[in-house]
């Protein structure tokens, strides 16, 4: 990227230049090295560096010294240290007040911040100092409100510390009232940050951006991701100004509202005293409105300035507007306050309205009609903005848009070199539009929006949202699944939603719709994900009664598909599998699909999932099996195949049928591996499904050995905090468990429980699957205190999330009754074991291995209360019953076997009795698990991933 004249462009290109000689080493490389130094005064995060080397705002000092040094240290040219710092603190002092280079003493000076600007006015950075900035740019055409700055300050400093709500109608100033506060202040600040408001998906977004900029560690849910940004703001020594934009729902908004630093919220609401302190803005006082017509006007006099301002109520917006429109056509005020006269008694002969909407209204008639009679194409792109979201928009959605065949000048005008300048332009240049800085993105003030889109006849208001459909479908970048693409689709999406596009029949403009559905779901923003799908597909279903399937039926169920996805991720299970139930159904018994279609497949894949979460075993294995025979039918070595057949060995485990699940995974990573390599993410993802075979089977070390060689592939691939590699690491804990190295295997619980409930949310299936390996890890190192609470918990969130008799409920209910055994609560624990048997028994089957560990501990609870001829009877139907699920060496089938022998010696039967424990406690010995002589064994129960 190159970079203009001045010292800041200078001071970049000098820091890129000297990264360049140092091999371009990556950011995190550069910020681990400053990290691991001691002879460093500070710390630098990748993201900083990014910051640093891209531009655009002057670092701190001190964080720039410690890239030099790092940077100089790698240099091909070894430049000597000191002399590259002082060279780089002359260009930064230049950039720091335009002051020119002085000679640098060998130890100069290193101020944490740059100081504060006295005069804003005249500063051409006026956030220099900050160094996480992303507040808008500094409007060199604010004028005024000198009051209302001085009492901002005053009620941020106010004790007790709340947020500053700034509250006024439409068109007053607001958020430029709160941008020039944030130039102002800059220099107080660690950090600034402007967060869009309007709607919650994008506030998430922006918060989540800043968690970036502050290196904190991304969670799967964009929703927890914003709360921990919070979180970590509160608990930080960091100076911090938060910009709320637009916000209109104060209950919605609290959770996004850290308390300890400075928050400043814009609004046109009421309800919010109960928020903050407001401060009320009104319109400008008559000398504001006279100094920003003089300023920004061409020829108007003190006397014409003060009519105007009397005829647009000393309304900020309508006088920038008026301004701009007068100074750009040389037009009299005398002849613009006739059209305005005019516009204003059509207005107020046919609609009523406020003084101020009225104004609004007159000012944007009076542009639109000088702007068409000049640029025709200008007035159409205007109109797309009645249709457009309130975020700004990207002016690549232009350029992007060109194949949308806009059949009009606006359509030719999109293919010239200059549309910027001569079309966008325009826009601004008659005050109704704003131009970012750099020229990237367009922004319409929501209010002269309205206004547009009110003018628009109903026929040619249709016309001009159809052309922003299609030019927002031609737009799309498509394959949400590729990062690379999200920065577009995120640029596109408030635009999609505000402009009602899944009520387009057009098949791009729908293709759009579901890329975003899909795009937020792989962002992390599940809750618009959710609410985008369930707008298409209400709007997309076919009727019941329709012949054949229309055009767009296969983006309705690809939008059904996706929309459970992020149900899913919502914990909302049930709501998940109800819907992919409906679609699958509809789809098996339609002529045009049928059950072998690609479509009812895919969906079929999916609905086997959610089968599998809500505790449909039984079920889930059916479908499976059906889909697998169905795909073999056309390729048994597809990746559709394979892929179905992963599902199928998923739902084999669920059922406890380890041997036939292995043997399925094995061909499964054996066909991935040939495909697609060894180390492809679903090759990686088949051989860590071996390791829960291999448990399931009670082959611990076998299983601990494969995850220990897939984990580090898996996280070189996927990183630490990837739901694979969290679900690998639980293997990793239960191999190490089971081999007896209880103190790594506890830290490592603790480090993967937490990780998971962190990046994955209280509630998801993994976490919930992490809480109950914890505790029982605590159990078996004998930290029976640890293991109840975490047990109690685990019962709970589980029961929270899926429902009493869910299996993996009832599967945590026996682990948490053999801990109360074990603690000495007897009474507590049979009680339970009694409900959960039975309550196993009716979900998963007599034989499953679940019920047979809970009805283990019956057994066991039996014999402690003395009942030793029903613990007996139990103990036996229970070796009976192993044999026809568990393999011969099993540690599960060697613990019913040595308790039977205990009972049956507690029972007179002590030589058949003895020779049944004794052979049964020597298998479990050679396989590192150690029972004391009159002891029973526990068998706890440890549920695969759905």
Excluded at 572 to 587: C, G, I, N, S, V
């Amino acid at each position: 990227m190159a970079v203009a004249d001045g010292p800041l462009e200078r001071l970049t290109q000098a820091i890129r230049d000297l990264h360049r000689d140092a091999g371009k080493p990556g950011l995190r490389r550069i910020s681990t090295a400053i990290r691991g130094r001691d002879d460093l005064k500070d710390t630098v995060s990748h993201e900083t560096v990014s910051a640093i080397l891209h531009g655009g705002s002057l670092p701190r000092w001190l964080k720039l010294e410690s890239v030099v040094r790092q940077l100089a240290e790698w240099s091909v040219r070894k430049p000597d240290p000191d002399a590259e710092v002082r060279r780089f603190h002359a260009i930064w002092l230049e950039a720091v007040d335009g002051r020119p280079s002085a000679p640098i003493t060998p130890s100069p000076p290193a101020p944490d911040v740059v100081p504060a600007v006295d005069n804003p006015a005249t500063s051409s950075d006026t956030a220099s100092s900050t160094v996480i900035w992303n507040a808008p740019a500094r409007n060199a055409a604010f004028v005024g409100r000198q009051a209302l700055l001085s009492e901002m300050r005053r009620l941020l400093e106010s004790e007790p510390r709340q947020p500053l709500v700034i509250r006024g109608i439409g068109g007053v100033g607001k958020t430029q009232l709160a941008g020039e506060f944030a130039n102002r202040a800059a220099a107080d600040y660690d950090v600034v940050w402007w967060v869009p408001a309007a709607e919650q998906g994008q506030a998430r977004a922006a918060l989540a951006s800043l968690a970036e900029r502050l290196d904190l560690p991304r969670r799967a849910d964009l929703h927890q991701t914003a709360l921990a940004t919070v979180d970590a703001l509160e608990e930080s020594r960091l100076r911090w100004l938060l910009i709320f934009d637009n916000a209109d729902d104060p209950v919605a908004l609290a959770e996004m509202l850290p308390p300890g630093g400075d928050v400043v919220i814009t609004t046109r609401g009421l309800g919010w005293s109960q928020t903050g302190n407001v401060l009320e803005v009104d319109v400008f006082d008559r000398r504001e409105s006279i100094e920003l017509l003089l300023q920004r006007g061409r020829g108007i006099s003190q006397a014409e300035a003060d009519l105007l301002a009397t005829r647009l109520g000393d309304l900020p917006l309508a006088l920038e507007q008026v301004a701009a429109v007068q100074s750009e056509t040389g037009m009299s005020v005398t002849e613009y306050l006739r059209l305005f006269g005019e516009h204003m008694s059509d207005l107020l002969g046919t609609q009523p309205q406020d003084g101020h909407a009225s104004s609004v209204t007159a000012f944007v008639m009076v542009a639109v009609q000088a702007l068409r009679e000049r640029t025709p194409a200008a007035v159409q792109l205007f109109e797309l903005f009645a249709f457009l979201g309130s975020e700004p928009v990207p002016v690549s959605l232009f350029r992007l848009g060109r194949e949308a065949n806009i059949k009009s000048s606006l359509g030719r005008a999109l293919y010239q070199f200059d549309f910027i300048e001569r079309i966008v332009g325009q826009l601004v240049r008659y005050g109704v539009a704003r131009l970012e800085p750099r020229g990237e993105r367009i922004q319409v003030h929501r209010l002269i929006r309205s206004v547009v889109h009110e003018q628009l006849e109903a026929a040619h208001a249709e016309e001009v949202r159809l052309t922003t459909h299609r030019l927002l479908g031609a737009a799309n970048p498509g394959d949400p699944n590729d990062p690379r693409t999200w920065s577009l689709h995120a640029e596109i999406g408030p635009h999609l939603v505000a402009s009602d596009a899944v009520h387009s029949d057009d098949l791009s403009v729908r293709t759009a719709v579901v890329d975003q559905i899909r795009y937020l779901e792989r962002r992390g923003d599940y809750e618009e994900s959710r609410r985008l799908g369930e707008l298409a597909v209400a709007a997309w279903s076919r009727p019941p009664d329709a012949e054949a399937p229309g055009p767009g039926d296969d983006l309705t169920f690809r939008a059904i598909r996706e929309t459970a996805n992020a149900l899913r991720a919502l914990g909302r299970y049930e709501d998940a599998r109800q819907m992919t139930q409906a679609a699958f159904d509809r789809l098996r018994s339609d002529p045009h699909y049928g059950e072998g279609h690609r479509r009812t497949l895919d969906l079929a894949g999916a609905l086997g999932i959610y089968l599998r979460i809500t505790g449909a075993y039984a079920e889930a294995l059916e479908v499976d099996q059906n889909v697998v025979s169905l795909r073999a039918q056309v390729s048994e070595d597809s990746p559709a195949t394979l892929g179905a057949m992963g599902n199928l060995a998923v739902s084999l485990r669920m059922n406890g049928k380890f041997s036939e699940a292995y043997s399925l995974d094995l061909r499964t990573r054996d066909g991935f591996t040939l495909e697609l390599g060894a180390d492809h993410p679903r090759a990686l993802l088949a051989a860590a499904n071996l390791t829960k075979d291999l448990y399931g089977l009670g082959k611990f070390r076998e299983s601990l050995e494969l995850i220990e060689s897939v984990l580090p592939r898996q996280i070189q691939l996927h990183g630490d905090n990837h739901e694979y590699v969290l679900c690998s690491r639980r293997m990793r804990v239960l191999g190490l468990s089971r081999t007896g190295k209880h103190r790594e295997a506890v830290r490592l619980a603790k480090e993967n429980r937490r990780s998971a409930d962190s990046f994955l949310g209280p509630t998801n299936e993994n976490t919930l699957l992490s809480m109950i390996t914890h505790a029982n890890t605590l159990r078996r190192a004998k930290d029976l205190v640890g293991a109840k609470a975490l047990a109690d918990e685990a019962v709970d969130r589980c029961r929270t999330a899926l429902g009493r008799t869910h299996p993996m409920v009832l599967a945590a209910a026996a682990n948490t009754a053999a801990i109360n055994r074990l603690s000495g609560a007897r009474d507590e624990a049979y009680w339970s074991d009694q409900l959960t048997e039975r309550e196993l028994v009716a979900a998963v089957g007599e034989k499953h291995p679940y019920t047979l560990a809970a009805r283990n501990g019956l057994a066991v609870d039996l014999a402690l209360r003395h009942d030793l001829d029903a613990a007996l009877a139990l103990a036996r139907v229970l070796v009976d019953s192993a044999g026809d699920v568990l393999e011969a060496d099993h540690p599960n089938r060697l613990a019913f076997q040595a308790n039977l022998g205990l009972l049956m010696i507690e029972t007179g039967q002590s030589d058949e009795g003895g020779r049944l424990r004794a052979e049964a406690l020597a298998r479990l010995t050679t396989q590192g698990i150690s029972v004391a002589k009159d002891e029973f064994v526990e068998c706890e129960i440890e549920p695969p991933e759905s």
